[in-house]
């Protein structure tokens, strides 16, 4: 299987996913690469900013996508 089919795939039937999570379950680091592909192949991806704290309290940005309906 495909990295660009593992992320259908997870999209698909898990659901949101940000890159931190991507690199977890695919060992990947090429999320926003992956999901370019699936975007020119006519699939609809949405793409949110959410916000969150690390570990010392600090806030970042990041972006979370998933398919279906946007979030």
């Known amino acids: ?7 259908l795939d997870y999209l698909q039937n ?3 996913l940000t890159s931190a999570q991507w690199f977890y379950e695919a060992g990947s680091l090429k999320l926003t690469t992956r ?3 699936l975007r020119s192949e006519g699939y609809t991806i949405f793409q949110r900013r ?3 704290p690390n570990r010392w309290g600090q806030m970042r940005r990041f972006n979370e ?3 279906g309906r946007a979030i």
Not at 1 to 7: A, D, V
């Open 1 to 7: 299987m495909t990295e660009k089919e593992m992320l």
């Open 35 to 37: 999901v370019s592909e």
């Open 50 to 52: 959410i916000k969150k």
């Open 14 to 16: 898990v659901g949101p």
């Open 65 to 67: 996508y998933s398919m």
